[in-house]
Structures are given as C-alpha cells and as structure tokens.
C-alpha cells in the first residue's frame, strides 16, 4: 500500500506539472501514456496485497470488536467497508480481464495493440479502486496498532498477582 501511494504522489506531481491551471493536459497523448504506465504500476504494486486482502479485512474487523470503544475511530468501520466494496470490484474487474484475456486471437501477445489495448483498459478501470486501497489502506494499520496497545482480558494488571487456588488437602 505504501507503494500504491509513492504512485499516487508521483502523479500528483507529474498531473501538476503538465496541465494547465483548469486541470487541462499540456500534451494530452504524453499524458495518457504516463496515466497508463500510474494504473499499471498501482495494479502491479497491489498485487501481491490482493490475495491476502481479505484476511486483512477480516482480521481489523475481529479486532475492532474487541477493542475499547473510547479507541475506536468512527471513519474505521466506513473504510473498512470502502475497502471491501473496492476488493469486490477489483476481484470482479480481475476475472473480466482473465475472461477477455482468454478470448483473445493468438496473435494477441503482449506488445501487441490487440493485447495492450484491452489490459490497458483493464488498468485504467481498476486505477480508482485502487487509489481507494492507497488512501483508506492505512485504517487497517492504524486498527492493528490500536489493538497491539490494547492489553488483553488474560493479561494480569501490573501490582495485583493471580489467585492463587489452594492445593492443600482437607
């Protein structure tokens, strides 16, 4: 996810420094190859977070029941929510793109219009669900952290010792 934002900020520096003042492309073909090459990289950096994605999402979920309500962030539970429905969306864009893929002629190789084009699109569809994991991904380090500070229930408070159960014989 951090990848996914050096992504993002490195385009938020090339955005502004090649478009004019009203957002417009000073080259807009230069532009859009370099748009391509942002959603590209993204996907490829979350790659290897997608598979393990809901495991991520399940456990803050656990986590945020058991922690005390004076530490629990209100936005959490929304982004967890945003982050699951963007899941959804790039899993679902994912199998669109295999099916496409396997559809296509076999003199469709990558480096070819006919393959490029189509994964490109792909991309440039996933490129917003993905900027959502860049943005509301770190709730779920900020839900970790909180429930890493959180004593547990077993843990004994510091000063007081454990009962101690009697083992002499009556």
Do not use: C
């Not at 290897?48 to 809901?54: D, F, K, Y």
């Not at 058991?66 to 209100?74: A, E």
């Amino acid at each position: 996810m951090r990848d996914s934002q050096q992504i993002l900020d490195a385009w938020d520096i090339y955005s502004d420094e090649h478009t004019d003042l009203d957002g417009w492309p000073h080259d807009d073909h230069a532009y859009g190859i370099r748009a391509s090459q942002r959603d590209a990289d993204t996907l490829t950096a979350f790659e290897p977070v997608r598979h393990g994605a809901r495991h991520l999402l399940a456990t803050a979920e656990t986590q945020l029941t058991r922690l005390p309500k004076n530490t629990v962030q209100g936005r959490w539970v929304y982004q967890l929510g945003v982050l699951r429905d963007a899941l959804d969306q790039l899993n679902e864009l994912h199998e669109e793109w295999l099916a496409t893929r396997d559809a296509l002629p076999a003199t469709a190789q990558p480096g070819t219009p006919a393959y490029d084009d189509p994964l490109a699109e792909y991309h440039a569809e996933a490129w917003s669900y993905l900027n959502t994991w860049a943005t509301h991904g770190k709730a779920l380090r900020e839900i970790n952290t909180a429930a890493s500070k959180t004593p547990s229930p077993l843990t004994p408070i510091p000063g007081h010792a454990p009962a101690r159960q009697s083992t002499a014989r009556k």
